[in-house]
């Protein structure tokens, strides 16, 4: 017996070993092992496991738990999906008047900005509009976020990254203040009456630099209306300088900006601002779009954009689980799409808000590594190219730019205070393919941390194994198909089946609603259904891929959360609705 468990301990050991340059570069850093996780194989859901420590250790993923956002968005959107913004009307149009209001459902389309109004403001005249004699009605309802401006994350309250959502979103939620101290004069960007700015500046000649360089902002939020205070001394050898804080609600910025763009294009607005739904009689105008999803991710994953993936979970809330979007249902969905796609791996997975910027936000490494093999396996280099490419653009196109990585990595980036984190594919000289992830939660993380992932990285761009078929990127999934047998078709797998079995029960059940508190490789036990039993809970255990247990099952999703509460606090924290 002990020699048998000496051999398992053993042949452990020299499975998950690390190889002896990562060892030597982690023991280069001087951080401790414990706050490490590193998981690489070779890429695709079949490749070989290179290095593995701490791999199913839960940590803070910082921004790198995006790409499940964004991942999650194509599979359940697709990569041309596109953001509507809807115009109605209610009256008539008479001589040019419109007899009645304009009226605009927003349905959160994070890019709406200032260069839209060009188009839709030709949209509005198209229609014979030259004066609007009611309202404009802005219906924000499609999600339920509350009223904050900021998330208060951290110091910097005003600062973008900080920003929350709104149904009815413009500029992201940014208002730009344009300093010109050459001229001694401030203005702001777009117009917009919701704000005002104060110009307390004194203009010195003085070299522009250092306290001369920047104004001091004060922002006062007490009334109504929120003022900005620009102060301080200023050179009066400064270029343009443009200062961008949240300060007031996106909806208002969209008014004054559509009204003002209106008026420029000869379309006077009789009427103000209100702010309810759609009435039913409205009749729809047009429909403004934003750019294909597959733009949209990009930004998100590149640059790290924490609004777009906010926006990305509530879509994906109200997608599955109808609107108003809350985060609640975002984090139920991204979970299921997921794991109903068979992409989501085991251990704790809390999402938060899906940007990252949050300290309760958990995953492991292998979990996210799972996400990016099932990626890599389905789409190819069209999701790579979503991720930041090394030394070319996003977050790491200085960090590679001079190494033999650029152009040969494809990944997300995550930082926080204690937290450096890194995850997606690696090209090595042989153009063999890594999914490479690597997470550090340490008080030596910001610059140690970045050091060790760089020479970690570095190490397999150089390597020249040579890439099998496990390893070859597929650019597309329809190219793999077109070069695949119908019998061995990517469709025609046990995925296929099981979503085959879920439409038929679909179909021949009318309850639609569960929770789902756990999945397994094999049968539960006894005593687990047992105590699911003692709760009073109904639940049926259902074979795909994995034994899934679902309690329920419940006709509509507010009885499924009503129970949900208590499924959570009794059974699993986890525990999240599920519609079949």
Same mark, same amino acid.
Request: hydrophobic residues 35%.
């Given at each position: 017996?002990?020699?048998?468990?000496?051999?398992?301990?053993?042949?452990?050991?020299?499975?998950?070993?690390?190889?002896?340059?990562?060892?030597?570069?982690?023991?280069?850093?001087?951080?401790?092992?414990?706050?490490?996780?590193?998981?690489?194989?070779?890429?695709?859901?079949?490749?070989?496991?290179?290095?593995?420590?701490?791999?199913?250790?839960?940590?803070?993923?910082?921004?790198?738990?995006?790409?499940?956002?964004?991942?999650?968005?194509?599979?359940?959107?697709?990569?041309?999906?596109?953001?509507?913004?809807?115009?109605?009307?209610?009256?008539?149009?008479?001589?040019?008047?419109?007899?009645?209001?304009?009226?605009?459902?927003?349905?959160?389309?994070?890019?709406?900005?200032?260069?839209?109004?060009?188009?839709?403001?030709?949209?509005?005249?198209?229609?014979?509009?030259?004066?609007?004699?009611?309202?404009?009605?802005?219906?924000?309802?499609?999600?339920?976020?509350?009223?904050?401006?900021?998330?208060?994350?951290?110091?910097?309250?005003?600062?973008?990254?900080?920003?929350?959502?709104?149904?009815?979103?413009?500029?992201?939620?940014?208002?730009?203040?344009?300093?010109?101290?050459?001229?001694?004069?401030?203005?702001?960007?777009?117009?917009?009456?919701?704000?005002?700015?104060?110009?307390?500046?004194?203009?010195?000649?003085?070299?522009?630099?250092?306290?001369?360089?920047?104004?001091?902002?004060?922002?006062?939020?007490?009334?109504?209306?929120?003022?900005?205070?620009?102060?301080?001394?200023?050179?009066?050898?400064?270029?343009?300088?443009?200062?961008?804080?949240?300060?007031?609600?996106?909806?208002?910025?969209?008014?004054?900006?559509?009204?003002?763009?209106?008026?420029?294009?000869?379309?006077?607005?009789?009427?103000?601002?209100?702010?309810?739904?759609?009435?039913?009689?409205?009749?729809?105008?047009?429909?403004?779009?934003?750019?294909?999803?597959?733009?949209?991710?990009?930004?998100?994953?590149?640059?790290?954009?924490?609004?777009?993936?906010?926006?990305?979970?509530?879509?994906?809330?109200?997608?599955?689980?109808?609107?108003?979007?809350?985060?609640?249902?975002?984090?139920?969905?991204?979970?299921?799409?997921?794991?109903?796609?068979?992409?989501?791996?085991?251990?704790?997975?809390?999402?938060?808000?899906?940007?990252?910027?949050?300290?309760?936000?958990?995953?492991?490494?292998?979990?996210?590594?799972?996400?990016?093999?099932?990626?890599?396996?389905?789409?190819?280099?069209?999701?790579?190219?979503?991720?930041?490419?090394?030394?070319?653009?996003?977050?790491?196109?200085?960090?590679?730019?001079?190494?033999?990585?650029?152009?040969?990595?494809?990944?997300?980036?995550?930082?926080?205070?204690?937290?450096?984190?890194?995850?997606?594919?690696?090209?090595?000289?042989?153009? $063999?393919? &890594?999914? #490479?992830? +690597?997470?550090?939660?340490?008080?030596?993380? %910001?610059? !140690?941390? /970045?050091?060790?992932?760089?020479?970690?990285?570095?190490?397999?761009?150089?390597?020249?194994?040579?890439?099998?078929?496990?390893?070859?990127?597929?650019?597309?999934?329809?190219?793999?198909?077109?070069?695949?047998?119908?019998?061995?078709?990517?469709?025609?797998?046990?995925?296929?089946?099981?979503?085959?079995?879920?439409?038929?029960?679909?179909?021949?059940?009318?309850?639609?609603?569960?929770?789902?508190?756990?999945?397994?490789?094999?049968?539960?036990? $006894?005593? &687990?259904? #047992?105590? +699911?039993?003692?709760?009073?809970?109904?639940? %049926?255990? !259902?074979? /795909?891929?994995?034994?899934?247990?679902?309690?329920?099952?419940?006709?509509?999703?507010?009885?499924?959360?009503?129970?949900?509460?208590?499924?959570?606090?009794?059974?699993?924290?986890?525990?999240?609705?599920?519609?079949?």
């Amino acid at each position: 017996m002990l020699r048998s468990l000496f051999v398992y301990v053993i042949l452990s050991l020299w499975l998950y070993a690390l190889p002896q340059v990562i060892n030597e570069e982690i023991r280069r850093s001087g951080i401790s092992k414990k706050d490490i996780s590193i998981y690489i194989k070779e890429a695709g859901q079949h490749g070989k496991v290179v290095a593995s420590l701490n791999a199913s250790k839960s940590r803070t993923p910082a921004s790198v738990i995006k790409v499940l956002t964004t991942y999650a968005s194509v599979l359940k959107l697709g990569f041309d999906y596109r953001w509507p913004t809807k115009f109605y009307t209610t009256g008539k149009v008479q001589n040019g008047v419109l007899q009645g209001d304009l009226l605009i459902k927003g349905f959160g389309d994070p890019t709406l900005n200032a260069k839209d109004l060009e188009k839709i403001v030709s949209a509005i005249r198209a229609e014979g509009i030259r004066q609007i004699s009611g309202d404009i009605v802005i219906d924000r309802s499609y999600f339920k976020v509350g009223s904050q401006d900021t998330s208060g994350f951290d110091e910097n309250l005003y600062s973008a990254y900080n920003a929350m959502p709104d149904a009815m979103m413009f500029n992201e939620r940014v208002v730009t203040v344009c300093v010109i101290p050459k001229e001694k004069r401030v203005h702001k960007k777009d117009a917009d009456e919701s704000y005002r700015v104060v110009d307390q500046l004194e203009h010195v000649n003085k070299p522009c630099r250092g306290k001369y360089s920047w104004p001091r902002v004060k922002i006062d939020k007490s009334e109504v209306v929120p003022t900005v205070f620009l102060q301080g001394k200023i050179s009066k050898r400064c270029g343009k300088r443009n200062i961008c804080q949240v300060i007031t609600k996106p909806y208002k910025s969209f008014y004054y900006a559509l009204k003002d763009r209106l008026a420029q294009e000869g379309v006077a607005v009789r009427g103000g601002l209100k702010l309810h739904k759609i009435p039913q009689e409205a009749k729809a105008l047009f429909t403004h779009y934003s750019e294909p999803l597959e733009e949209i991710i990009a930004e998100t994953s590149k640059e790290s954009n924490n609004l777009y993936a906010r926006h990305l979970l509530l879509l994906l809330g109200a997608k599955l689980y109808g609107a108003p979007a809350t985060v609640e249902k975002g984090r139920d969905a991204i979970k299921y799409i997921l794991d109903s796609r068979g992409a989501l791996g085991e251990g704790k997975l809390e999402i938060d808000n899906g940007s990252g910027l949050s300290r309760t936000s958990k995953m492991n490494a292998k979990l996210l590594a799972k996400m990016y093999d099932d990626a890599y396996d389905r789409y190819g280099s069209r999701w790579m190219e979503t991720l930041s490419i090394a030394g070319v653009d996003g977050t790491i196109k200085r960090r590679f730019r001079h190494t033999v990585v650029k152009n040969r990595a494809w990944m997300k980036t995550g930082t926080l205070r204690r937290v450096k984190n890194i995850g997606g594919y690696v090209k090595n000289r042989a153009g $063999k393919f &890594y999914t #490479a992830v +690597i997470i550090i939660n340490s008080s030596k993380a %910001k610059y !140690r941390g /970045a050091k060790l992932q760089d020479e970690i990285v570095k190490w397999l761009a150089k390597s020249t194994a040579k890439p099998g078929i496990s390893s070859t990127v597929p650019t597309s999934v329809k190219t793999i198909q077109q070069k695949m047998p119908a019998s061995e078709s990517l469709f025609s797998n046990v995925k296929t089946k099981r979503v085959a079995v879920m439409k038929q029960e679909s179909k021949e059940n009318t309850v639609q609603y569960y929770i789902q508190v756990g999945s397994f490789s094999s049968m539960p036990n $006894k005593t &687990y259904l #047992a105590k +699911i039993s003692t709760l009073g809970l109904p639940y %049926k255990v !259902r074979r /795909a891929e994995n034994y899934k247990v679902l309690i329920g099952g419940y006709r509509d999703e507010k009885s499924a959360r009503a129970v949900l509460e208590k499924v959570r606090r009794d059974i699993n924290v986890r525990a999240f609705i599920v519609k079949l």
